[in-house]
């Protein structure tokens, strides 16, 4: 049994699409998100297509912990550690330097990858039994309103989608924060549900 309002079923055919380079909707603690496999290159590729997303702009991930980011990034700063144990899991999403030889798609060459730990269990719970970070861009066409339902994603997408783990309505609102450290300095990439007053905060 899951902890939460999909069957179990449902989670081993997306489970399966996504080792298979599929393309699953699925809810987050703000909107709609879509996942892929990151590592798989033509998965990728796939996402970018759906989303008509501009090539340069890069695709944040969501991992179930700090545990998955030894396959993502190439350091930590200092003050992400507290922002994690303060926010994750939740809606503040922090730009970490990225390893290597994580596929360009990824990172559209700015050398980091934005990371989040989702606070919504269906997320979680798709990231757990994937066994690594999904990606978590918005269901949506790029310029588009992000959704809140699964009927709005797949109109919104023309159903070119291989699945949507429909949950009932996510609670939409503004979406993560994002959050970047450059020169030694916090800096609000994006406002979105936490305050940037808040993060100056538990930073100290």
């Known amino acids: 049994m899951t902890n939460c309002s999909v069957a179990e079923k449902k989670f081993d055919r997306a489970v399966t699409l996504l080792r298979s380079g599929g393309v699953v909707a699925f809810p987050t603690e703000s909107w709609y ?19 008509k997303r501009p ?3 890069p695709i944040l991930l969501l991992v179930s912990g700090q545990e998955d980011l030894k396959s993502l990034v190439r350091s ?8 994690m144990e303060h926010f994750w899991p939740g809606p503040l999403t922090l730009v970490f330097p990225a390893q290597s030889n994580l596929p360009d798609r990824l ?5 980091t990858v934005a990371v989040r730990c989702s606070s919504n269990p269906v997320a ?3 990231i757990a039994q994937f066994g690594r970070p999904i ?16 009927a709005g994603v797949a109109e919104n997408l023309d159903n070119n989608l ?13 979406c993560s924060t994002i959050v970047a450290y450059r020169k030694e300095k916090l800096v609000c990439v994006r406002k979105g549900q936490v305050p940037f007053a808040a993060v100056n905060a538990a930073v100290g």
């Open 33 to 51: 998100g879509l996942a892929v496999d990151p590592f798989n290159p033509e998965a990728l590729d796939l996402l970018y297509a759906i989303k």
């Open 55 to 57: 090539a340069e702009k």
């Open 76 to 83: 930590i700063p200092q003050p992400f550690l507290i922002l």
């Open 107 to 111: 990172t559209a060459g700015t050398g």
């Open 124 to 126: 979680g719970q798709l």
């Open 135 to 150: 990606t978590g861009t918005s269901a949506n066409l790029s310029g588009t309103p992000p959704q809140q339902t699964a």
């Open 162 to 174: 291989d699945m949507i783990l429909d949950a009932g309505p996510t609670p939409g609102g503004e």
